[in-house]
């Protein structure tokens, strides 16, 4: 049995904070890692636009002695032409592990159920765990550790990365406030599986309309874009439903005084996020965008060295 990262809670709490800090030793000594000495290929697959994934995996399967292969659904048979089982049956005879950019959760389901090499989930609808692994590395760098770090995610949280913050900073034993407005709040589902964890680490989920119920006291501050990658038909109707959730000044200045401000990016300026904020001296998005190198490496290693 190999082991898949299609979701954050596809591992354990322990194996999380495993990965989070050889990703933080990684960091520090880039090279010392040859788990794809060869050199092995991994298969990088893209149905949806990328920068920092696409260029963060090539490096990173570079770093560890393997050879990259950037594949995308419009000039393969994946996607249509040739089923995800018969593509996963073809690509694990050759690739060490698949790293797959799609839109159904399902379909990284049926890619794992079908593959004998560890399938990871470099972003679908429904979760976007490999950011997570960098976004709580970021916290970690930062502030020492994630246990009792409160943070707050506002905008659309109904969204994959309104799902994964839930899910993985529960998982990091960190306090979890959301404020998103009505028909954006997150799965019930979810927030359940989020209090589920955070009832081991005595650690409190919640759930808000108002940002500024959510950001009092935050040490990290959160938020992603308005109009996710599939959903670009409903812009106009989002900007509207959207517009008290930008994160401004006004705003983070309730967090703590030691709040820092996170964006997977890409940011869309003025929309989910001030401009005075994102490029602000609070604000760590470059450090967040660097760390999804050394979070995945990491996540690599550990899948790698995992199997059986
Ligand atoms: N944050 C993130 O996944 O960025 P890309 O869409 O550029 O890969
Ligand atoms: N929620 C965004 C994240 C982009 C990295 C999207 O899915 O488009």
């Not at 000495?37 to 393997?66: H, Y």
């Not at 990259?68 to 592990?97: C, F, Y």
């Not at 659309?156 to 799902?163: C, F, K, L, R």
């Not at 930008?246 to 705003?251: E, G, Q």
Request: charged letters at 25%; glycine letters at 6%; hydrophobic letters at 40%.
């Amino acid at each position: 049995m190999v082991r898949h990262f299609l979701k954050d809670d596809d591992i354990t709490p322990a194996e999380q904070a495993e990965i989070l800090d050889l990703a933080i030793a990684l960091k520090k000594d880039p090279y010392r890692e040859k788990v794809f000495a060869g050199p092995k290929t991994v298969a990088v697959i893209f149905d949806k636009t990328s920068t920092r994934t696409r260029v963060s995996f090539a490096v990173g399967i570079a770093d560890l002695g393997g050879v990259p292969l950037i594949m995308d659904s419009g000039t393969s048979q994946l996607g249509g032409k040739e089923s995800v089982a018969d593509t996963a049956r073809v690509l694990d005879r050759q690739v060490a592990q698949i790293v797959w950019r799609t839109y159904a959760q399902a379909g990284l389901e049926e890619m794992a159920k079908h593959s004998r090499v560890p399938v990871i989930n470099s972003l679908s609808d429904s979760w976007h765990p490999c950011q997570l692994l960098a976004d709580l590395m970021t916290i970690k760098e930062h502030f020492g550790h994630t246990d009792g770090v409160k943070i707050a995610y506002v905008g659309d949280a109904a969204n994959n990365m309104g799902n994964s913050y839930l899910v993985a900073c529960a998982m990091a034993g960190m306090h979890v406030s959301i404020a998103a407005p009505k028909g954006y709040q997150p799965d019930p589902q979810v927030v359940q599986r989020a209090k589920e964890i955070a009832k081991q680490f005595g650690t409190s989920i919640e759930i808000h309309e108002r940002p500024e119920d959510a950001i009092r006291h935050s040490h990290v501050v959160a938020t992603d874009t308005w109009v996710s990658m599939g959903m670009e038909k409903e812009k106009q109707k989002r900007i509207k439903v959207f517009s008290d959730y930008t994160v401004t000044k006004r705003l983070l200045d309730l967090a703590d005084p030691s709040v820092i401000f996170l964006h997977c990016l890409p940011a869309y300026r003025g929309y989910e996020v001030a401009a005075d904020v994102i490029d602000g001296p609070r604000s760590f998005i470059w450090e967040e965008a660097e760390n999804r190198l050394h979070a995945q490496k990491a996540l690599m290693v550990w899948l790698e060295r995992h199997k059986k």
